[in-house]
Each structure stands twice: as structure tokens, then as C-alpha cells.
């Protein structure tokens, strides 16, 4: 089964400063990871994916993520953050194995503040 | 990007009337279209999984018959809550995949509908 962990609830980062957003992951074989934002009473925004290839990955908003295949894990990183930043964070993957569902399967949510 | 329109955005509505609910590919064909139900500050639940044509797939736990969802075309699938209660009240979310997203499985997501049952 697939499994996902965000294991911070809640991720405090002054403006200016880097912040990184932890995510672990579960799935059989090779996975395809990605991160979503969501914003308050809004849906879920794309922000990156790692299919395969360069283990570091850029994205929209000037958000990057290293894909680490030995600790399994996919963490969110910004080198300056913003107050506009804040929002919910979700992980998600799933498997590449052909014929698989294409459910991803997500995180608990990290909600990050960008303190002023 | 794809865009997935859902509407729509905001419903109140009495204990036992029953809400619909639609989500629209509006750029691509939506092969799959999933439905998630997402409770304040928690992460997304997946309800179902509807296929274009054909039956949904429900989740463990998810009443098929209080919740319908219907996907008769490729750029339309629809939720409807029916016989609604108070602990329906939530906010529901659909994405969908295609040939947008490619073989990777990048999902779109549509704004998502906050339902209050009185």
C-alpha cells in the first residue's frame, strides 16, 4: 500500500529566511511525487512534480524539491520565503508501475506561516 | 496548465434536499476524474474514482447511495449528495486526469465546493 507523511502539522518561518517543508513517502517501485499549495476555501495548485531524471527539481513560485531515493524522501524548499507563501501544503505519489491506479495518494498537510 | 472548473463554489441547503455537484475539464478530455472530501485543516479523502462511461469506484466507507457521481462524458462528471444532513457539511473537492497530464498522472484540480447543510 501507499503511504505518504508530512510529519510537521505546522512549519513557522520568518520572511527572507529558507524554509523547508519535510515529506516522506511509501510505494512500490519507482514513484512519481509531487506537491500541491492549497490556499484557504481554494482547490489544490500544482506546484512540482518528480517523474525522473535530475533529482532536484524546480517548480512554480520559486519552490524546488530534492527527490532522495536512499531516505525516500521528496522535501519542499524555498531559499527566501514570502509572507504570500502561507498556505497548505500537500505531498502526494503514487507508483510508476504500469497498469497502477492513478490515484495519487497525499499527505496530512503542512500549513506553513510566513511570519512578517 | 489544464483547467478544471467546478461549480459550484459555495451551497447551503436544508437537511434532506439533495446538492449537485459539477466538475468540467474545460481544455483537455478527462479520461478519470476523482472526488475528495476534505474536513477543515486535514488532507484530502478520496471518495470515488469515476471512469468516462462507466460505474464509479467507491472507497471503503463511502455510501454510493448518498453520494451518486456520474461521468457521462469526457469533460463532465457530476457528485450529487443526496438526502443531504448536517454532517455532509464539507468541502468537496474534484480533480481529474487525462491526456493533459500525460502517463505521469499529474492531476488537476478544480476549486473545490464548501457544502452547509442546515
Redesign the interface.
Known amino acids: 500500500a501507499q503511504s505518504v507523511a508530512q510529519p510537521e502539522d505546522q512549519v513557522n518561518v520568518a520572511e527572507g529566511n529558507p524554509l523547508t517543508v519535510k515529506c516522506t513517502y511509501s510505494v512500490s517501485g519507482n514513484p512519481?511525487l509531487?506537491w500541491?499549495v492549497q490556499y484557504p476555501?481554494?482547490?489544490?495548485?500544482?506546484l512540482l512534480?518528480y517523474?525522473t531524471g535530475d533529482n532536484l527539481v524546480k517548480g512554480s513560485y520559486g519552490f524546488e524539491a530534492e527527490f532522495n531515493k536512499s531516505q525516500t524522501s521528496f522535501h519542499l524548499k524555498k531559499p527566501s520565503a514570502l509572507v504570500s507563501d502561507s498556505a497548505?501544503y500537500?505531498c502526494a505519489a503514487?507508483t510508476?508501475e504500469a497498469g497502477s491506479?492513478?490515484?495519487?495518494t497525499?499527505?496530512?498537510?503542512t500549513?506553513l506561516t510566513v511570519l512578517p | 496548465?489544464a483547467v478544471?472548473s467546478?461549480h459550484p463554489s459555495w451551497v447551503i441547503c436544508k437537511s434532506g434536499t439533495s446538492v449537485k455537484i459539477e466538475c468540467r475539464s474545460l481544455d483537455f478530455q478527462a479520461t478519470?476524474m476523482?472526488w475528495y472530501r476534505q474536513f477543515p485543516?486535514?488532507?484530502?479523502m478520496?471518495m470515488a474514482?469515476s471512469n468516462e462511461g462507466s460505474k464509479a469506484t467507491y472507497e471503503q466507507g463511502v455510501e454510493k447511495d448518498k453520494f451518486l457521481i456520474n461521468h457521462a462524458s469526457l469533460t463532465l462528471s457530476t457528485l450529487t449528495v443526496t438526502s443531504a444532513h448536517p454532517e455532509d457539511s464539507s468541502?468537496y473537492?474534484c480533480?481529474a486526469?487525462g491526456l493533459a497530464g500525460g502517463s505521469?498522472?499529474?492531476?488537476?484540480?478544480?476549486?473545490?465546493s464548501?457544502l452547509t447543510v442546515l
Open positions: 512519481y509531487f500541491y476555501n481554494r482547490g489544490l495548485q500544482f512534480k517523474i497548505l500537500f503514487r510508476s491506479a492513478r490515484q495519487l497525499f499527505g496530512s498537510g500549513q | 496548465g478544471v467546478q478519470t476523482f485543516k486535514q488532507s484530502l478520496l474514482t468541502f473537492i480533480s486526469s505521469t498522472g499529474e492531476l488537476f484540480f478544480g476549486e473545490g464548501r
